[in-house]
């Protein structure tokens, strides 16, 4: 039986800036204008439904209303209703139409959980993946340097192709994720794609 680290993303109420880690995925935000004002929603295209069914819940749990749907392609897609508390993120997270990394943002082990829910997966035994947006190859390095700044250097690979992600691998820095992104949700197909020491 493992022990639920202090700093673990389980350990602190949920939050709608937790979701900025889908942002550091492959995730999008969009302002929509509406007849009740403006608002935002973020959404992210994942491969598996648990991840879906994982970040459905964290949005829940940050008093968003979730939605699951399915792409063209028939891949699970997870978002947000249109709300106006999303604003402020879709805002610092766009430059014209272009996703950017905000200066400040730093992942926290809310913001890790849900970047690993959705774009987490292991490459070997001692390295794990954490996916970045192929279609943002500007935010590829700001990220790496994001984790740098919370103590888990990462190594930027496959930025010319389909998947990029950022590889973390050592015991001390996978160590530091581990203890950060908490237990893998229930799904056992979770438990396969989770990092782990």
Do not use: C
């Not at 202090?6 to 935000?29: H, K, M, N, R």
């Not at 973020?42 to 968003?64: C, H, N, P, Q």
């Not at 028939?74 to 249109?82: F, H, S």
């Amino acid at each position: 039986m493992s022990q639920l680290s202090f700093f673990s993303a389980e350990s602190v109420p949920p939050a709608i800036a937790d979701l900025t880690g889908v942002l550091a995925a492959p995730g999008q935000a969009v302002v929509v204008a509406g007849p009740h004002g403006q608002g935002a929603r973020l959404s992210v295209v994942v491969d598996r439904m648990w991840r879906a069914e994982a970040l459905a819940e964290r949005i829940a749990g940050a008093v968003l209303e979730p939605e699951i749907a399915r792409t063209d392609e028939n891949t699970p897609l997870v978002r947000t209703a249109v709300d106006p508390r999303l604003v402020a993120i879709a805002v610092e997270w766009t430059r014209g139409a272009v996703k950017t990394v905000p200066p400040q943002w730093l992942p926290g082990p809310r913001e890790l959980r849900a970047w690993t829910l959705a774009a987490g997966s292991p490459e070997a035994e001692d390295r794990y993946l954490l996916g970045l947006d192929p279609h943002a190859p500007d935010t590829h390095s700001a990220l790496a340097s994001a984790m740098m700044r919370v103590g888990i250097a990462p190594t930027l690979i496959g930025t010319r192709g389909a998947r990029p992600a950022l590889r973390i691998s050592g015991r001390r820095r996978l160590s530091r994720l581990v203890e950060n992104v908490g237990e893998p949700p229930a799904d056992p197909e979770a438990l396969s794609q989770w990092p782990r020491i």
